[in-house]
T-cell receptor, first 116, second 113 residues
């Protein structure tokens, strides 16, 4: 139980285009999801907190107009990287907190984004 | 500022050794602490979750302890195996931070056959 499905697992896009990443909670409702970014050989950095039915809360230094987050339902949050640039290439991973897991956190499998 | 620190950054041990990974955090008012494993290019696998009211958790060869007063947690791995080679991440959520999970920089473990 408490599975988070993330798609796509990898994507290559051209500079200037937009890419959408989906994060779904399969067997539980997630009122809050979290989006992280991880550069090679570095740890996970929290980008934003996604709240169902309201605006996302972004961490300091994260451009909200570049990284659009939508949490339209209790089981789906999306991250759209707009006008992608090569420096946006990274590993993006989502997470949800659930009482199914004793209020621990369960993570998606991540999306490897490469912008060429 | 609430921060999580892990030492050592990297560790190489021969197979069979018992080892300890360290995690420290600022602000003892935590909600919970979670240890994860990450293989290269992969997502995260949850290993152990310790609630703020708990002192330790065990799963197989893994044991994690929590000392809130000193702001420390340790992950003990018994009888290490080459398959344990991975990056181990410690993450903490605090009561007053909207349950955001903040990660340490990780410990890269290599268990040599």
């Amino acid at each position: 139980g408490a599975v988070v499905s993330q798609h796509p697992s990898w994507v290559i896009c051209k500079s200037g285009t937009s890419v959408k990443i989906e994060c779904r909670s399969l067997d539980f409702q997630a009122t809050t999801m979290f989006w992280y970014r991880q550069f090679p050989k570095q740890s996970l950095m929290l980008m934003a907190t996604s709240n169902e039915g309201s605006k996302a809360t972004y961490e300091q230094g994260v451009e909200k107009d570049k990284f659009l987050i939508n949490h339209a339902s209790l089981t789906l949050s999306t991250l759209t990287v707009t006008s992608a640039h090569p420096e946006d290439s990274s590993f993006y991973i989502c997470s949800a907190r659930t009482d199914r897991f004793n209020y621990g956190y369960t993570f998606g499998s991540g999306t490897r984004l490469t912008v060429v | 500022k609430q921060e999580v620190t892990q030492i050592p950054a990297a560790l190489s041990v021969p197979e069979g050794e018992n080892l300890v990974l360290n995690c420290s955090f600022t602000d003892s008012a935590i909600y919970n602490l979670q240890w994860f494993r990450q293989d290269p290019g992969k997502g995260l696998t949850s290993l152990l979750l310790i609630q703020s009211s708990q002192r330790e958790q065990t799963s197989g060869r893994l044991n994690a302890s929590l000392d809130k007063s000193s702001g420390r947690s340790t992950l003990y791995i018994a009888a290490s195996q080459p398959g344990d080679s991975a990056t181990y991440l410690c993450a903490v959520s605090w009561v007053d931070s909207s349950y955001k999970l903040i990660f340490g920089s990780g410990t890269r473990l290599l268990v040599r056959p």
